[in-house]
C-alpha cells in the first residue's frame, strides 16, 4: 500500500507541476531562437529534451479508477429487478404530506375524475368555437374586400364608359374628315410629280458639273505635263548654257592662239 502512496503522489502531485516547468523551458528556448540571443540552440535543445522526457514519463501514467457505484447503490446495475427507492405507493400513502393535502381539497370541493374530463371536454369545445369565429371574422374581412373589389370594378367600368364615348367621337370626326384626307392626297400626288421634276432637274445639272469636273481634270492634267516639260527644257538649257560656255571659252583660246601666230608672223 506504499508504493500505491507513492506513485499517486509522483503522478498526481509532482507531475503536474514537472509538466509547467518543462513547458517553462520549451517557451525559453523558443524565445532564444526566435530573438536569436547566444546559447538559442542549446536553449531550444534543453527544452525539447525535457519535454520529451515528461511525455515519456506521462505514456505511464495510471488511469484513474472510478468506484463501482453500483455495490454502494444497487438500484445503479443494469440488471436490477427490485424495489425502487421511494416506491410509488409509500409516497401516495404519506401521512400529512402535501399530496395528501391537495387530495383532501379536491375531495371536499366534489372534484372527480369525471369532472376534470368534462372540463376537458368543454375547453376542446371553447377551443373550436373560437376556432369558427376566427373563420367568421376571415369571411367578413373577405366580404368586405370583395365589396371594395366590386366598387373598384365599378369605378373601372364608369371610366371604360367614358373612353368609349370618346372613341365614337373620335371615329365620327375621322369619317367627316374623309374629304380632307382626299384632298390632301391629291396634293401629296401633286408635290410628289413636282419633286420628280425637280430631282430631273437636279440630275441634269449634277452631269453637266460633272462633264465640267471631268474637262478641268483634263486640263490640270495638260499643265501638269507641260510643266513637267518645261522643267525638262530647263535642264536642257541649263546644260546648252554650259556648253554655250565652253564654246566661249574655246573660241577665246583659239583667238589667243590665232593672236599669237599673226604676231610672230608680222615680227
Known amino acids: 500500500?506504499?508504493?500505491?502512496?507513492?506513485?499517486?503522489?509522483?503522478?498526481?502531485?509532482?507531475?503536474?507541476?514537472?509538466?509547467?516547468?518543462?513547458?517553462?523551458?520549451?517557451?525559453?528556448?523558443?524565445?532564444?531562437k526566435?530573438?536569436?540571443?547566444?546559447?538559442?540552440?542549446?536553449?531550444?535543445?534543453?527544452?525539447?529534451?525535457?519535454?520529451?522526457?515528461?511525455?515519456?514519463?506521462?505514456?505511464?501514467?495510471?488511469?484513474?479508477?472510478?468506484?463501482?457505484?453500483?455495490?454502494?447503490?444497487?438500484?445503479l446495475a443494469d440488471d436490477y429487478s427490485g424495489d425502487a427507492i421511494l416506491p410509488a405507493t409509500t409516497a401516495a400513502s404519506g401521512g400529512n404530506g402535501l399530496?395528501?393535502?391537495?387530495?383532501?381539497?379536491?375531495?371536499?370541493?366534489?372534484?372527480?375524475?369525471?369532472t376534470i374530463n368534462s372540463l376537458g371536454l368543454g375547453l376542446n369545445r371553447l377551443s373550436d368555437t373560437a376556432a369558427q369565429l376566427a373563420d367568421v371574422s376571415h369571411a367578413a374581412s373577405a366580404t368586405s374586400d370583395y365589396t371594395l373589389k366590386v366598387q373598384e370594378v365599378t369605378g373601372s367600368l364608369d371610366k371604360m364608359n367614358v373612353a368609349y364615348a370618346t372613341t365614337s367621337e373620335a371615329l365620327a370626326q375621322m369619317a367627316g374628315s374623309t374629304v380632307d384626307a382626299k384632298e390632301y392626297h391629291?396634293?401629296?400626288?401633286?408635290?410628289?410629280?413636282?419633286?420628280?421634276?425637280?430631282?430631273?432637274?437636279?440630275?441634269?445639272?449634277?452631269?453637266?458639273?460633272?462633264?465640267?469636273?471631268?474637262?478641268?481634270?483634263?486640263?490640270?492634267?495638260?499643265?501638269?505635263?507641260?510643266?513637267?516639260?518645261?522643267t525638262d527644257a530647263s535642264k536642257d538649257t541649263e546644260q546648252f548654257k554650259q556648253e554655250v560656255s565652253k564654246l566661249t571659252q574655246n573660241l577665246h583660246s583659239l583667238n589667243t592662239v590665232y593672236g599669237n601666230m599673226l604676231t610672230a608672223m608680222r615680227g
Open 99 to 114: 399530496t395528501r393535502k391537495l387530495d383532501d381539497m379536491l375531495l371536499d370541493a366534489n372534484i372527480t375524475p369525471e
Open 1 to 32: 500500500m506504499s508504493n500505491k502512496k507513492e506513485r499517486s503522489f509522483i503522478y498526481d502531485v509532482l507531475m503536474p507541476k514537472v509538466y509547467g516547468l518543462g513547458a517553462a523551458v520549451v517557451i525559453i528556448g523558443a524565445l532564444f
Open 34 to 75: 526566435i530573438q536569436h540571443w547566444p546559447g538559442a540552440d542549446v536553449m531550444l535543445i534543453a527544452g525539447l529534451g525535457t519535454e520529451a522526457i515528461i511525455f515519456a514519463l506521462s505514456a505511464f501514467q495510471p488511469q484513474p479508477h472510478d468506484p463501482d457505484w453500483a455495490r454502494v447503490y444497487p438500484q
Open 186 to 230: 391629291q396634293q401629296i400626288q401633286g408635290m410628289t410629280k413636282n419633286l420628280g421634276a425637280l430631282n430631273a432637274v437636279y440630275e441634269m445639272e449634277l452631269q453637266d458639273a460633272n462633264n465640267h469636273l471631268k474637262a478641268m481634270n483634263k486640263f490640270y492634267g495638260n499643265l501638269s505635263m507641260a510643266m513637267e516639260n518645261l
